[in-house]
Each structure stands twice: as structure tokens, then as C-alpha cells.
Nanobody
Framework: QVQLVESGGGLVQAGGSLRLSCAASGRTFSNYAWFRQAPGKEREFVAVINWSGGSTYYRDSVKGRFTISRDNTKNTVYLQMNSLKPEDTAVYYC????????????????????WGQGTQVTVSS
């Protein structure tokens, strides 16, 4: 039994910050990622972190603004989002993967075995 439970979404003004959390249970996976999906658009990659080594990778549009991290003791993955823009508005999902692969493969939704329920992030202008 594996569960990923997200929290921390909400409404924030442009330029503000939010921290999303994803509590994992059941087992440990190789990589944990955040994706997002805006209305009428496909789900897109945001960031990924390797659980053991802690290496990270981000999509270009969030580099310098978002930070993915993990707390091994709490089995929790975080996404700190700063300098938020209206175009960041989306439902954010955490995902877990058993795949050991390069960052290109890990940016695809098919690489992930389990997904959280999603949390809404709305950035007003």
C-alpha cells in the first residue's frame, strides 16, 4: 500500500510564496517529483529529487524561484515556491518513481508509478 498526500496549496498574490508538502507512506522510491496541470493543458514537469543522493532538476521556467527538497526522517517531499506568477496557477501533483534514469526520462509522466491527489495553487495578479 502506497500513498502520497499533498498539502499546502492555496490562493496567493503574485510575488508571494507557498510551500507544498507531500507525505509518502508504504515504501521508499528512487525519485520524487512535482508536476502541475493547468485547465485545458497537459500535465507538465516541475521538479524532481533523488531520494538517496538529493540531486535535483527543474524546468527552466521555475529555476531560481522553486526549490524541491526532502526530509528523510519524515518521509516528506517539499516544493518551496517563491516569486510566484499568475502562470504558475495549476493543480500541483507529487509523484514517485522506481525508475533509475536521466533527467529527461524523469520529466515524463510515464516514469512515475504513484501520484498524489493534487493541490490547487492559484496566483492572483
Amino acid at each position: 500500500q502506497v500513498q502520497l498526500v499533498e498539502s499546502g496549496g492555496g490562493l496567493v498574490q503574485a510575488g508571494g510564496s507557498l510551500r507544498l508538502s507531500c507525505a509518502a507512506s508504504g515504501r521508499t522510491f528512487s525519485n520524487y517529483a512535482w508536476f502541475r496541470q493547468a485547465p485545458g493543458k497537459e500535465r507538465e514537469f516541475v521538479a524532481v529529487i533523488n531520494w538517496s543522493g538529493g540531486s535535483t532538476y527543474y524546468r527552466d521556467s521555475v529555476k531560481g524561484r522553486f526549490t524541491i527538497s526532502r526530509d528523510n526522517t519524515k518521509n516528506t517531499v517539499y516544493l518551496q515556491m517563491n516569486s510566484l506568477k499568475p502562470e504558475d496557477t495549476a493543480v500541483y501533483y507529487c509523484a514517485a518513481s522506481t525508475v533509475v534514469a536521466d533527467r529527461g526520462a524523469l520529466a515524463r509522466t510515464l516514469a512515475y508509478d504513484y501520484w498524489g491527489q493534487g493541490t490547487q495553487v492559484t496566483v492572483s495578479s
